[in-house]
């Protein structure tokens, strides 16, 4: 009787298996691509032992992705040899390559990623990231260049220079440059060379005197680094822009010119539906005399952002009642106070009558967050302002950088005694991280 049962079972067994093997073999060709896509490559590869089947279908994978995952299987390899091992796996790919990334931890600079770049440049590459963490800028090879198909790309730490004759990437949707060395001409004609771009990311550790951004199909811009004025041209689809540039408070980095073309800035993104700005751009527009609006008025401004205004500066505060006032639809306020004097302020005058904010409205206000508040009156003034002009508000998060517990309580009681608009307007007070 027992021997009976033990045959039973492992017939259910070798049943079990085959029909296992059997599933495997059988997987659909686009499923086996989409499984195989989701693992790290390395892994991919070793999917050649489960079946006949599965054997070649990872070197025909569109995507080669050689990331972080990647890295901590191979993290004891020499540089020279982890290059070589890549190099080896695109040898064996076979067919078209629409994505290839290049972002390992501690990747060097060195001729060896050229051979690397040459292979993707041959197979019809439309996703392109590269960075480099270790070692001199790497300069990309003119093979980049020659990629007509490419749609997105992503580069860190390399130096950018387009042979002659170059035209642009006519099909490039995506634009992500971090820390890299173009000349600023060669910049601009880039992005102007891209009419189909959407999305352009710039960060940069070094100066650049000027930017000309034109782009009709532009949708998202972000700019961080140090550059002295950034002018809009034929930028009528564009939605979310941030500015941030690094400037210094000590020194006056604007010229006359300069300074019109921040004003410029505002009045070329009509459809403009998120603004993050920093206080450069905001003395900018105060140094050419502050508007009681602005020339166009942002009918789609949702969401205004601005990092190291001062309360306390008359001109930096009334940039930011002028932004306000120019935006009917705003529903969300994000400031992040800089602590500076307050004396440009009488503190016998009413905040609203000092900044004309009679007539100011915010209707469609829902979200207020007040970073490094340190309950200056000015502060403390703009705050109320809010309250009282916003009848939907909801929430309004304060950071408080008080000195000590007493401060901190003082502030808080002072801020939930202000008079609301909106019965529904909750106040939540959160600590400042001291990290």
């Given at each position: ?25 059988h997987?659909?060709g ?19 032992l ?54 390992v931890?501690?990747?060097?600079s ?14 019809d590459?439309?996703?392109?990231t ?12 003119s093979?980049?260049?020659s ?20 035209e ?5 949707l ?35 005197d ?50 019109s ?49 001062c ?39 009413d ?84 990290d």
């Open positions: 009787m027992k021997k009976t049962r033990n045959s039973r079972i492992t017939r259910i067994k070798k049943k079990l298996c085959n029909s296992s093997i059997d599933i495997i073999s997987i659909p686009n499923i086996l691509e989409k499984i195989l896509m989701c693992l790290p490559i390395q892994d991919a590869v070793r999917t050649s489960l079946s006949r089947k599965w054997r070649y279908v990872w070197v025909k994978l569109p995507q080669l992705v050689f990331d972080d995952l990647f890295y901590r299987h191979f993290h004891k390899t020499p540089h020279a040899k982890l290059l070589m091992i890549i190099y080896q796996v695109m040898l064996l790919h076979r067919g078209p390559i629409i994505k290839f990334a290049l972002c931890s501690g990747l060097q060195c001729s060896e990623i050229d051979n690397l770049i040459l292979v993707v440049s041959n197979n590459i439309q996703d392109f590269i960075r480099i963490w270790k070692g001199e800028l790497y300069k990309l090879p093979s980049l260049y990629c007509s198909l490419l749609k997105h790309l992503n580069i860190r730490s390399c130096i950018l220079k387009p042979p002659p004759g170059f642009g990437f006519n099909r490039l995506s634009l992500y440059l971090y820390d890299v060395v173009i000349a600023e001409d060669v910049l601009s004609r880039l992005i102007s060379s891209c009419p189909l771009l959407e999305d352009l990311t710039l960060q940069s550790s070094t100066s650049l000027s930017l000309e951004v034109v782009g009709p199909n532009l949708k998202s811009v972000c700019c961080e680094g140090h550059f002295r004025s950034i002018c809009f041209l034929n930028t009528s689809h564009l939605a979310n822009v941030s500015i941030y540039l690094q400037g210094s408070r000590n020194e006056l980095f604007l010229s006359e010119g300069e300074i073309s921040s004003v410029v800035l505002l009045g070329s993104v009509p459809v403009i539906e998120f603004l993050e700005l920093d206080f450069c751009i905001v003395k900018g527009i105060a140094a050419c005399g502050v508007p009681t609006r602005l020339p166009t008025t942002l009918y789609n401004l949702k969401n205004i952002i601005v990092y190291d205004i309360l306390g500066e008359r001109d930096e505060v009334s940039v930011l009642i002028c932004l306000i006032r120019s935006s009917p639809i705003l529903e969300e306020i994000t400031i992040y106070a800089f602590p500076g004097p307050t004396s440009a302020i009488r503190a016998v005058l905040f609203s009558e000092v900044h004309g904010c009679s007539d100011v409205s915010l209707n469609q206000l829902r979200k207020v967050d007040m970073n490094n508040v340190s309950g200056t009156k000015p502060e403390l003034e703009f705050i109320e302002l809010l309250l009282t002009k916003s009848p939907m508000l909801e929430v309004m998060l304060i950071e408080l950088n008080a000195q000590n517990i007493a401060d901190h309580l003082r502030i808080a009681k002072e801020l939930t005694g202000f008079r609301r608009a909106s019965p529904q307007a909750e106040m939540k007070f959160v600590d400042q991280d001291k």
